[in-house]
T-cell receptor, first 116, second 111 residues
Framework: DSGVTQTPKHLITATGQRVTLRCSPR?????VYWYQQSLDQGLQFLIQ???????AKGNILERFSAQQFPDLHSELNLSSLELGDSALYFC???????????????FGSGTQLSVL | QKEVEQDPGPLSVPEGAIVSLNCTYS??????FMWYRQYSRKGPELLMY????GNKEDGRFTAQVDKSSKYISLFIRDSQPSDSATYLC???????????FGKGTRLHILP
């Protein structure tokens, strides 16, 4: 168990809808990262928050947004959903601002989103 | 050309064999190299990291980086069925930079 909690585990919704994915980082971790994993694109970095502030942005669509709350949990909001948004969405956390070498990324078990 | 290329497999080898997993990359600015292991229905977990070129060993795992060839490898000795998973290579330019992942290689260790 990585200590990172993601809810829900599975989400089935229709095109055009909006969903919210939730992540609780490991105790003491200040950074939260969101990744999207699909068969054709692999694991794609979406966005990182550090202690409530946006730290880095990756390939995140304008229809997607995220935030990190004062208690450090984070939410990823996906709106105007399309079929191609179907993927596994992972949240990860780390202690500091990095996430590469000695700052290990701890991943949750993911939310499987199916857009029908 | 994709930044990071990785053969998706699947790669099936008998228990006890030496496994070699590889990635190539195009961006010579990458300095940090990592290998993550991902079991089915789980998130990736960091296995190994190296900085710049060279080898790093941790138990049955050895990570190798050849920056001149833009090629990284992960070797698994005495492979076990519990090593069956998807292995993702990953890299970054700077310590605080975003991590770029390969698509992963599915590995099956046959008992």
């Amino acid at each position: 168990d990585s200590g990172v909690t993601q809810t829900p585990k599975h989400l089935i919704t229709a095109t055009g809808q909006r969903v919210t994915l939730r992540c609780s980082p490991r105790s003491g971790d200040l950074s939260v990262y969101w990744y999207q994993q699909s068969l054709d694109q692999g694991l794609q970095f979406l966005i990182q928050y550090y202690n409530g502030e946006e730290r880095a942005k990756g390939n995140i669509l304008e229809r997607f947004s995220a935030q990190q709350f004062p208690d450090l949990h984070s939410e990823l909001n996906l709106s105007s959903l399309e079929l191609g948004d179907s993927a596994l969405y992972f949240c990860a956390s780390s202690v500091g601002t990095g996430g590469t070498t000695n700052e290990k990324l701890f991943f949750g078990s993911g939310t499987q989103l199916s857009v029908l | 050309q994709k930044e990071v290329e990785q053969d998706p497999g699947p790669l099936s080898v008998p228990e006890g064999a030496i496994v070699s997993l590889n990635c190539t990359y195009s961006n010579s600015a990458f300095q940090y190299f990592m290998w993550y292991r991902q079991y089915s229905r789980k998130g990736p977990e960091l296995l190994m990291y190296t900085y710049s070129s060279g080898n790093k060993e941790d138990g049955r795992f050895t990570a190798q980086v050849d920056k001149s060839s833009k090629y990284i490898s992960l070797f698994i000795r005495d492979s076990q069925p519990s090593d069956s998973a998807t292995y993702l290579c990953a890299m970054a330019m700077n310590r605080d930079d975003k991590i770029i992942f390969g698509k992963g290689t599915r590995l099956h260790i046959l008992p």
